[in-house]
């Protein structure tokens, strides 16, 4: 097997290229995992009620306004 891969050189770098990718899949997927961890700690950090008054005063309809203040307080249990 060995031998036969030394005779196409080309199938080496193909496998190095295929370990390359595979180690920069699981390093985005590490650092979206972060991401989205410091992501939850931020709103865990403010109170709801004033996320909810900071939506509301963009124009945020008021159905999704009502909409996110369910996931806030139930979480996404039971509804997906």
């Known amino acids: 097997m060995i031998h036969a891969m ?3 050189p080309i199938i080496i770098i193909i ?3 295929i370990i390359i990718i595979i180690i920069i899949i ?3 997927i590490i650092i979206i995992i972060i991401a989205w961890i410091e992501y939850q700690k931020a709103f865990d950090s403010v109170p709801h009620s004033w ?3 900071s939506i509301e005063l963009v124009g945020v ?3 999704i306004v009502n ?3 369910y ?3 139930n979480g996404t ?3 997906f």
Do not use: A, D, R
């Open 61 to 63: 309809n008021s159905k």
């Open 51 to 53: 996320m909810e008054k």
């Open 26 to 28: 699981i390093i985005i």
């Open 67 to 69: 909409f996110v203040n």
């Open 71 to 73: 996931l806030w307080k």
């Open 15 to 17: 496998i190095i290229i």
């Open 6 to 8: 030394m005779k196409h």
């Open 77 to 79: 249990q039971g509804f």
